[in-house]
């Protein structure tokens, strides 16, 4: 009977000793795998938030950028407006030039096509006079009569 019993105390215990011993290394090995995990995961994190004020950067410049445009072609527009006033010789020349200053902004949109006059659809067969067979008779195309 002892030894039976030692048959089954000895795998018990190398069984709990291995249970043991691999839930200490599971403890202490993967501690440097999520630390390694977690800093990756903050320098991707970091790489977003950087990549996103870029971004926002990136529109609000273009945004002024823009803007001063804008400010820039009316002030030009002005400039003009005020030199063909001021330099033209007669009314009639100084029409002509605020003219064409102001076309652009007076010039007509562009033309649309006209829709068909008929809502009718198109035919996929060729019409016919009245007193002709239609494609779907039997004598249609037939010369003589058989």
């Given at each position: 009977?002892?030894?039976?019993?030692?048959?089954?105390?000895?795998p018990a215990f190398a069984l709990l000793a291995g249970i043991g011993i691999g839930f200490l290394i599971a403890r202490i090995?993967?501690?440097?795998?999520?630390?390694?995990?977690?800093?990756?995961?903050?320098?991707?994190?970091?790489?977003?938030?950087?990549?996103?004020?870029?971004?926002?950067?990136?529109?609000?410049?273009?945004?002024?950028?823009?803007?001063?445009?804008?400010?820039?072609?009316?002030?030009?527009?002005?400039?003009?407006?005020?030199?063909?006033?001021?330099?033209?010789?007669?009314?009639?020349?100084?029409?002509?030039?605020?003219?064409?200053?102001?076309?652009?902004?007076?010039?007509?949109?562009?033309?649309?096509?006209?829709?068909?006059?008929?809502?009718?659809?198109?035919?996929?067969?060729?019409?016919?006079?009245?007193?002709?067979?239609?494609?779907?008779?039997?004598?249609?195309?037939?010369?003589?009569?058989?």
């Amino acid at each position: 009977m002892e030894q039976s019993l030692t048959v089954w105390l000895l795998p018990a215990f190398a069984l709990l000793a291995g249970i043991g011993i691999g839930f200490l290394i599971a403890r202490i090995v993967p501690n440097a795998a999520p630390n390694r995990t977690q800093r990756q995961l903050d320098d991707l994190q970091e790489r977003f938030d950087t990549y996103q004020s870029e971004v926002v950067t990136h529109f609000n410049t273009t945004a002024s950028l823009v803007k001063k445009l804008t400010q820039s072609y009316q002030e030009v527009q002005e400039h003009l407006s005020e030199g063909a006033n001021r330099l033209a010789l007669d009314e009639l020349t100084r029409q002509r030039l605020l003219a064409a200053l102001h076309a652009d902004e007076a010039a007509s949109p562009r033309e649309r096509l006209t829709p068909p006059k008929s809502n009718e659809a198109p035919k996929d067969y060729a019409p016919k006079s009245p007193d002709a067979p239609g494609t779907l008779d039997e004598t249609f195309g037939l010369k003589g009569k058989y």
